[in-house]
């Protein structure tokens, strides 16, 4: 079975902090996304990576940043984190085919609720 | 950018009703995902289909490719199925991204 796993399931935080989100897969994946989850605008992309040190911007990249040093391993970095950045953040990794095929199911982690006062 | 639309977005049925989720999108796709997310937060997937129709238990999940659009069945609903649906469009061949609709929140009341 594919397990991503996310490195807090709850968060509290203070406006400016910079935090750190990790998030591992287990089944060398090329893809690994990180998206936010917002009450009435769904699931949102920040960032993706399709191979080590390798990234893409999503729809909504400000303010945050992230970091692929090793194949398993994909983090989101809030610089200096604000309240509008209290979310539920959902990391995700897939197999790339090059096909934009079936198999490109993606995998979800068990999110991330961040507060931010 | 492709738009995915889904309807309705609340939904509240009684426990053996035969329940459909509908999922629209704007541009051609290469596959539509369906998900399905219970309260605390964690996101299963539960089809991916390019064409036809796949099966899986009570659940049914068809694609019209021609008209751009999905469908979600819930054969024989059980208060288990309480979730909230999401499809999501992967969009071309090559494509990484997925393009995700704003979810349907079911319950099912015993």
């Known amino acids: 079975d594919v397990k991503v796993t996310q490195s807090s399931r709850y968060l509290v935080k203070r406006t400016g902090e910079k935090v750190f989100l990790e998030c591992v897969q287990d089944?060398?994946?090329?893809?690994m996304f990180w998206y936010r989850q917002d009450p009435g605008l769904g699931l949102r992309l920040i960032y993706f990576?399709?191979?080590?040190?390798?990234?893409e911007k999503g729809d909504i990249p400000e303010g945050y940043s992230v970091s692929r040093e090793k194949k398993e391993r994909f983090s989101l970095i809030l610089e200096s984190a604000s309240t509008n950045q209290t979310s539920m953040y959902l990391c995700?990794?897939?197999?790339?085919?090059?096909?934009?095929?079936?198999?490109?199911?993606?995998?979800f982690g068990p999110g991330t609720r961040l507060l931010v006062l | 950018k492709n738009e995915v639309e889904q309807s309705p977005q609340n939904l509240t049925a009684q426990e053996g009703e035969f329940i459909t989720i509908n999922c629209s999108y704007s541009?051609?796709?290469?596959?539509l995902h369906w998900l399905q997310q219970h309260p605390g937060g964690g996101i299963v997937s539960l089809f991916m289909?390019?064409?036809g129709k796949k099966k899986h238990g009570r659940l049914i999940a068809t694609i019209n490719i021609q008209e751009k659009h999905s469908s979600l069945h819930i054969t024989a609903s059980h208060p288990r199925d309480s979730a909230v649906y999401i499809c999501?469009?992967?969009?071309?061949?090559?494509?990484?991204?997925?393009?995700f609709g704003k979810g349907t929140k079911l319950s099912v009341i015993p």
């Open positions: 990576s399709y191979d080590v040190k390798m990234k």
């Open positions: 289909l390019s064409s």
């Open positions: 541009v051609g796709i290469s596959a």
């Open positions: 999501a469009a992967l969009s071309g061949a090559g494509s990484y991204q997925l393009t």
């Open positions: 995700a990794s897939s197999l790339s085919t090059g096909l934009g095929s079936i198999q490109e199911t993606q995998y």
């Open positions: 089944m060398d994946h090329e893809n």
